[in-house]
């Protein structure tokens, strides 16, 4: 069975960063886009940023442009999210997940996340 | 992005059947078959239940079926049973060459 472990969150204060990690296994890591998905207290999911197989292709969601970086090692079957500037809004349980595409007439699309990770949480508080 | 648009909360006795919506706009939801349902219990990852607007990944129950008309989709689920109570959320490809996800704003099932 897929597994996706995160590692990584914890309590930062305001305009500090962190850097999440995803360990994957049971799957082959280097054939799958990967997303970051995440899900503040009490709210709902958000889908926040994901990456291709050679890392070659990277899309944000518009609130953490310029602040939050994916990444992937696919040596190490390892996704990564570097999260800079963090504000109180950023606090949340982050997901990684992987991420099917949807291939049609030349172009892939976002298809749908099949398997999670149990998440890491993210406190920015001072 | 904007969120797509789910009831806050459903409702429903065992075994009846409940229709979840999810409203979206014509550029995602309306322009593509790329909406997924996810299942999420209390303090766990979610779940995918649907995919592809009415696909169900293996494993899944068959009291569980999607469908999509213009810019709404629907989660139904019948012979509701107690496992059921749960959040659920709808997703689609945002469109507009984005190539980012944007999921709804979730509904609470509670089953009475």
């Known amino acids: 069975e897929v597994q996706l472990v995160e590692s990584g969150g914890g309590l930062v204060q305001p305009g500090g960063s962190l850097r999440l990690s995803c360990e994957a296994s049971?799957?082959?890591?280097?054939?799958?886009?990967m997303s970051w998905v995440r899900q503040a207290p009490g709210k709902g999911l958000e889908w926040v940023a994901n990456?291709?197989?050679?890392?070659?292709?990277?899309y944000y969601v518009d609130s953490v442009k310029g602040r939050f970086t994916i990444s992937r090692d696919n040596a190490k079957n390892s996704l990564y999210l570097q999260m800079n500037s963090l504000r109180a809004e950023d606090t949340a349980v982050y997901y990684c997940?992987?991420?099917?595409?949807?291939?049609?007439?030349?172009?892939?699309?976002?298809?749908?996340?099949?398997?999670w990770g149990q998440g890491t949480p993210v406190t920015v508080s001072s | 992005q904007s969120a797509l648009t789910q009831p806050a909360s459903v409702s429903g006795s065992p075994g009846q059947s409940i229709t979840i919506s999810c409203t979206g706009t014509?550029?995602?939801?309306?322009?593509?078959?790329?909406v997924s349902w996810y299942q999420q219990h209390p303090g766990k990852a979610p779940k995918l239940i649907i995919y592809?607007?009415?696909k169900r990944p293996s494993g899944v129950s068959n009291r569980f079926s999607g469908s999509k008309s213009g810019n709404t989709a629907s989660l139904t689920i019948s012979g509701l049973q107690a496992e059921d109570e749960a959040d659920y959320y709808c997703?689609?490809?945002?469109?507009?060459?984005?190539?980012?996800?944007?999921f709804g704003t979730g509904t609470k099932v509670t089953v009475l």
């Open positions: 997940a992987r991420d099917r595409r949807y291939c049609s007439g030349g172009s892939c699309y976002p298809y749908y996340f099949d398997y």
């Open positions: 049971k799957f082959t890591f280097s054939s799958y886009w």
């Open positions: 990456i291709k197989q050679d890392g070659s292709e990277k």
């Open positions: 014509s550029s995602d939801v309306g322009s593509y078959n790329l």
């Open positions: 592809e607007v009415s």
């Open positions: 997703c689609s490809y945002a469109g507009s060459s984005t190539f980012a996800y944007v």
